[in-house]
């Protein structure tokens, strides 16, 4: 925000975290004449330079395009219609568009996504706070919570009719709540990704997701000229362990099948992401209402983590545009039985991905076999390969989200 912009200490909907479902949100909601503040504590080239996973669902570009955030996606996304697994040395396509009536996926990194929304936000003039941290969020049970945050050196407070807390899974939004009032669920699985930015073209035109008894690696790109690479390591491996030479070497070895070649360059960045599942339950406390990474992480095989977030986004507008415009909070009332629904079956299907394709240093022989077995259905069936299909597009996490269930959360106002 404008240095010399008056920071507001009234809006109506304030929002805790400046990643993509408090950005978009802010955007969406702006579109319809609803004001908004996002407090982001971290300084804008942080928030910028974070690489995480870059698999659009199809929902996810239309709300992107509803709020007019596509001029650069529309450009520079890759149209995945199919994706490939290797178990082993042998292929798998999993021909998306043809298994699920033409839906496709589209390959653009979520730090650009959060790049155009910023940019976008800035541009309009409307307040984003950067370095502003939310040290208390309170009066959640009245009709004007408080947000308290340090900015620039100064102790503020902005009140507002709803706060949403898009700040990730260390934020304090969920502390905002009484101890003990989110049920919490978790997983963390016996490995990590070490992921890389590699300077050359990809070998491949769709993604290759593979299994091998090294474990598991998977080829993404990021442009026609950028390839975006990960093999799994162990959980106590550092970068240290990881020399160029060592990575590429695993990559050939694990991603391998005949005729196929896999093309080396410079590797620009390396990183190394643990590997978890984790839910809360419900998703609103009175006028709190999580989105995204605050409520819920997944592990990055299904590469679902910004869909579901934007999901959430999505659902939570509509309810507040239809209390806003409306006096209707119905929306409000159901968001969070919405969301947890839809958040149990890509936590499923991710769980799913990640343990067909990773190797377990915990599993016993009789556990591989199983886990061999699910990969041959895969190959044999193409009903397998069509529940796989929609739930990496996304159709089913829609459906999921349409048909709600009655939700026992009390009351919103
Ligand atoms: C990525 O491009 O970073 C990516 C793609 C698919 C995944 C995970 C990460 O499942």
New binding site residues.
Partial sequence: MNNNQEIPVRTQVGIVGGGPAGLLLAQLLHRQGIEAVVFESRPRARVEARQR???LEQGTVDLLRQAGATDRLDHEGLIHDGVLLNYNGRRHRVALAELTGGACIT?YAQTEVVKDLIAQRLEQELPLLFEAEVTAIDSLDTGAPLIHYTHQGAARTLACDFVAGCDGFHGVARQAAPAGFFKTYDKVYPYCWLGIIAEVPPSTDE?IYAFHERGFA?H?MRSPTRS?LYVQCAVTDTLEDWPDARIWEELHLRLGTPGWTLHEGPILEKTITPMRSFVTEPMQYERLFLAGDAAHIVP????KGLNMAVADTKTLFEALRDWYQAGDAAGLRDYSAACVRRVWRVQEFSNYMTELLHLNPEKSAFDQHLQDSRFNLLTTSAAASQVVAENYVGLAAQRAAAAPQPQPISHIV
């Fill in positions: 996973a870059g698999l390959i993604l998977l993404s975006r990055p095989t299904g590469g």
